[in-house]
């Protein structure tokens, strides 16, 4: 029987999986939607929504609270300032898991978990633009073509 088992161990020990969401947390925080395995998925979805109950309420307290758990100063302003304010009218389920067929090399369940209303702009956080490196690379090549 399955009594006492009451998260999915994801073939890791305490601290590995412990560090996994604490990353998955914070990535999901930032870009608001991301791309992992099912089990992952399934089991980040809890942690997430509580997270984001906790930032609800605007205590100290409550953001020692979610520092010690996502140890990232970014994630924890945006929960209590963005998240927060987007959220304050629903009573639950700020985040859905949406499966995304199977992965090519060991045919694993894959799923993506995103925020319910999510910025879209969040995604391209991290991306550099490409307009300005084209203009600087061709600006480099004239001059050393006028030095030659």
């Known amino acids: 029987m399955r009594h006492g088992l009451g998260y999915r161990k994801l073939n890791k020990t305490g601290e590995h999986r412990k560090a996994l969401f604490k990353n998955m947390l914070n990535s999901l925080i930032k870009y608001e939607q991301i791309i992992t395995t099912l089990p992952k998925a399934k089991e980040l979805k809890p942690q997430i929504d509580k997270v984001i109950t906790i930032g609800k309420k605007n205590m100290l307290s409550n953001k020692r609270r979610l520092f010690s758990k ?38 694993a369940p894959m799923a993506v978990i995103e925020l319910v209303d999510r910025n879209p702009e969040a995604k391209k956080v991290d991306k550099p633009k490409k307009v300005e490196k084209k203009e600087d690379n061709k600006k480099q090549t004239d001059q050393k073509v006028a030095r030659k």
């Open 70 to 107: 996502l140890q990232n100063n970014k994630s924890v302003s945006k929960v209590f300032g963005e998240l927060s304010k987007r959220y304050s009218n629903r009573k639950g389920g700020y985040s859905r898991v949406l499966r995304a067929g199977y992965r090519t090399g060991d045919d």
